[in-house]
T-cell receptor, first 114, second 115 residues
């Protein structure tokens, strides 16, 4: 069964605007962690932000924030004040109790338009 | 501070050839992973290791082998290369597994084509 679903293959956003990238997940474990990674065209994987299932508040890291809705099993990434350098693939990933690896979604390609 | 180093960056193999993808880390992390990323897809786990001398299969282990003789090194071996193994291979490390807020740190990847 698919553990992570990213339904937006591609997204466009105007420079300086905010954008939300969707991620839903599936797990029966009460304890899990959600991660977002950025993959620019150069190919490396860059860690952006983490949300734990027991965290009371939504995670924030600079211009990145995570809209965590536990009951809906969604963990959407919000990028504020988009910059041209934000153009990249974005992957949502999950690690649940007892799993040592990350399960990745298929990614969303974000293009920032000047 | 090198982090996670993968070699080579690019390689073209002929069907049936074998090769080893190298991964070295200087972060003193116990956990190491090998993922493959097919075009337009997310990463899928091939093998992982929780420490020297311990390895285990991931989602897509067929056609690959690994070993972990030291904390630093985690090589991935392809014995009989097949076109289906054309992919980008990523090595990653983390200080611990399970439910942890510690992210995995990735190498820059090895782009492998099998013709």
């Amino acid at each position: 069964a698919q553990k992570i679903t990213q339904t937006q293959p591609g997204m466009f956003v105007q420079e300086k605007e905010a954008v939300t990238l969707d991620c839903t997940y599936d797990t029966s474990d009460p304890s899990y962690g959600l991660f977002w990674y950025k993959q620019p065209s150069s190919g490396e994987m860059i860690f952006l932000i983490y949300q734990g299932s027991y965290d009371q508040q939504n995670a924030t890291e600079g211009r990145y924030s995570l809209n965590f809705q536990k009951a809906r099993k969604s963990a959407n990434l919000v990028i504020s004040a988009s910059q041209l350098g934000d153009s990249a693939m974005y992957f949502c990933a999950m690690r649940d109790l007892g799993a040592n690896n990350l399960f990745f979604g298929t990614g969303t390609r974000l293009t920032v338009i000047p | 501070n090198a982090g996670v180093t993968q070699t080579p960056k690019f390689r073209i193999l002929k069907i049936g050839q074998s090769m080893t993808l190298q991964c070295t880390q200087d972060m003193n992390h116990n956990y190491m992973y090998w993922y493959r990323q097919d075009p337009g897809m997310g990463l899928k786990l091939i093998y992982y290791s929780v420490g020297a001398g311990i390895t285990d299969k991931g989602e897509v282990p067929n056609g690959y082998n690994v070993s972990r003789s030291t904390t630093e090194d985690f090589p991935l071996r392809l014995e009989l290369a097949a076109p289906s193994q054309t992919s980008v291979y990523f090595c990653a490390t983390s200080p611990m597994g399970g439910v942890s807020n510690q992210p995995q740190h990735f190498g820059d990847g090895t782009r492998l084509s099998i013709l």
